[in-house]
């Protein structure tokens, strides 16, 4: 299976400033369509996840462009411009090339 | 709207059997993906199963398969999981899930106790 492991798993922040989220797997993502379907899940308390971004970079439709995800093969970023009181949850990444789809271990992101 | 309502979840004793629902409305259910996510009480996320548009081509994780089936009632827009010889560790929010997470539900809680 493939390993996806999160860096940190907690993460306080300051409002307004920015924070990163980094996403490792253990093996390329790349599938044979030439896709990375590497996605990045938010989690608010007491919610369903809802996904941000997709194919690595893509944004969802409505997320706010203050969060962008970057990377290729195996090394992947989450990053938050500057973070607001609403991005307060659990972020996880996921991999959805290889069977079976892995989810990261969650990262925790809270205001200082 | 693009909408998808878990059911059945509820209280079941080890060994015991279940099948959750989830009603898709609001696009074509058909030609979609669908898949089957849990969470257990305080964890993270694990992937459970997904079946592809027709049907013919299912995934499972290696915690669940054998056990768990995962299907679709085209009729019905509906996605099913039938879950038998249930376990503690089975015990999770279980969330249906289009494609690769583009869409959730809300959710539907499996607890697996004596």
């Known amino acids: 299976d493939v390993v996806m492991t999160q860096s940190p798993l907690s993460l306080p922040v300051t409002l307004g400033q920015p924070a990163s989220i980094s996403c490792r797997s253990s093996?390329?993502?790349?599938?044979?369509?030439?896709?990375?379907?590497l996605n990045w899940f938010q989690q608010r308390p007491g919610q369903s996840p809802r996904r941000l971004i997709y194919?690595?970079?893509n944004r969802e439709s409505g997320v706010p462009d203050r969060f962008s995800g970057s990377g290729s093969g195996t090394d992947f970023t989450l990053k938050i411009s500057r973070v607001e009181a609403e991005d307060v949850g659990v972020y996880y990444c996921?991999?959805?090339?290889?069977?079976?789809?892995?989810f990261g271990q969650g990262t925790k992101v809270e205001i200082k | 709207e693009v909408q998808l309502a878990e059911s059945g979840g509820d209280l079941v004793q080890p060994g015991g059997s279940l099948r959750l629902s989830c009603a898709a409305s609001?696009?074509?259910?058909?030609?979609?993906?669908m898949s089957w996510i849990r969470q257990a009480p305080g964890k993270g996320l694990e992937w459970v199963a997904t079946?592809?548009?027709?049907?013919?081509?299912?995934y499972y994780a290696d915690s669940v398969k054998g056990r768990f089936t995962i299907s679709r009632d085209i009729a019905k827009n509906s996605l099913y999981l039938q879950m038998n010889s249930l376990r503690a560790e089975d015990t999770a929010v279980y969330y249906c899930?289009?494609?690769?997470?583009?869409?959730w539900g809300k959710g539907t809680t499996v607890t697996v106790s004596s």
């Open positions: 079946i592809k548009q027709e049907g013919s081509e299912r």
């Open positions: 609001g696009f074509t259910f058909t030609t979609h993906w």
């Open positions: 899930a289009r494609r690769r997470g583009d869409v």
């Open positions: 996921m991999q959805g090339t290889h069977w079976p789809w892995t």
């Open positions: 093996q390329s993502l790349v599938y044979t369509d030439g896709n990375t379907y």
């Open positions: 194919k690595a970079s």
